[in-house]
């Protein structure tokens, strides 16, 4: 296999592996979201606001990692 291959690979494997843990990290989420609007429904609006800013900051993470497959796939630093 060629350099650029692994550079495919490797860009392959981040984005798998981050949309992988962002789904993982989005169901846990909301299933705790539930799980506390059910126990106290007076809070829901202030966990429903607390629970969507957080689906963006694990969304923007797996973006960063999106961004850097990216970076790797059409402007690889490490190609001579």
Request: charged share 10%; hydrophobic share 60%; proline share 2%.
């Amino acid at each position: 296999m060629t350099d650029v291959s692994f550079v495919a690979l490797a860009a392959g494997l981040i984005i798998g592996l981050g949309a992988f843990g962002c789904c993982i990290g989005i169901a846990l989420m909301g299933g705790k979201y539930l799980e506390a609007s059910a126990r106290q429904p007076e809070l829901m609006n202030a966990l429903q606001t607390k629970m969507f800013v957080l689906a963006g900051l694990i969304d923007a993470a797996y973006l960063i990692g999106v961004g850097i497959a990216m970076l790797f796939a059409f402007a690889n630093p490490f190609v001579g």
